[in-house]
């Protein structure tokens, strides 16, 4: 089991690096699109009613796909925090794929800050995957979780303490003692591949960060 676990922390921690680098070079791409370039430097020079409008036009197509799909909504902390909690998770994949777009649109086009949450939640949405591809217990879903959820962290913050220190914080305190281990193997992953995409500890698209 231990095999199967630590076998898990890496794919986990792979692909949560893959795509999170994915999602953080989306938003940026989308960002440079949807306002003529950086936006910190093209913003200022826009007319005004483009500025408002943007933001407006993105909100209608996040909301439309949350129409179609709910699990496309944001989900903060606490909501990834109750999902581990109660042992649930139920996404499919075209939801990761929908909810990356959305969440990257809501944060390029400056209608949404604050993209931990959702780096959080893809994941958690990777690790339930890779829980039931590997066959894991049921009662080792939370850890599964748990690693996603730290792993998209230490992805996005490129960094792998502040991945680690969320789990513990947020999500994984009660069973760190016995699992702490795969989740800095899971973050340690994520990190190493996000290090060489994305900026680290420069953040220009979360307050958050």
């Known amino acids: 089991m231990i095999a199967r ?3 898990a922390s890496l794919i986990i921690g792979i692909i949560a690096g893959i795509f999170i680098v994915i999602y953080g070079t989306l938003t940026e791409f989308l960002s440079h699109v949807l306002y003529f370039g950086d936006p910190f430097e093209t913003i200022p020079n826009l007319p005004v009613w483009y500025v408002y409008l943007v933001p407006i036009i993105s909100i209608l197509i996040v ?3 949350i129409s179609k799909d709910e699990a496309v909504k944001e989900y903060g902390v606490r909501e990834i925090a109750e999902a581990i909690e109660k042992n649930r998770l139920f996404f499919t994949i075209k939801d990761l794929f929908l909810k990356i777009f959305a969440s990257a649109l809501s944060i390029a086009s400056g209608f949404a800050i604050g993209n931990e949450g959702p780096s959080a939640a893809i994941g958690a949405m990777i690790a339930d995957k890779i829980h ?8 080792l879903l939370k850890v599964s979780l748990s ?11 490129v960094s792998p303490v502040t991945g680690i220190m969320f789990a513990i914080e947020n999500l994984a305190y009660e069973f760190v003692r016995d699992f702490a281990g795969y989740l800095i193997l899971g973050s340690v992953i994520a990190f190493s591949i996000s290090w060489h995409f994305l900026d680290s500890l420069i953040f220009n698209y979360s307050t958050g960060k």
């Not at 039931?132 to 009662?139: A, E, W, Y």
């Open 5 to 7: 676990l630590l076998l």
């Open 63 to 65: 909301n439309y796909l």
């Open 132 to 139: 039931q591809f590997l066959k894991l217990p049921r009662n």
């Open 147 to 157: 690693i996603g959820a730290s792993s998209g962290i230490a992805a996005i913050f």
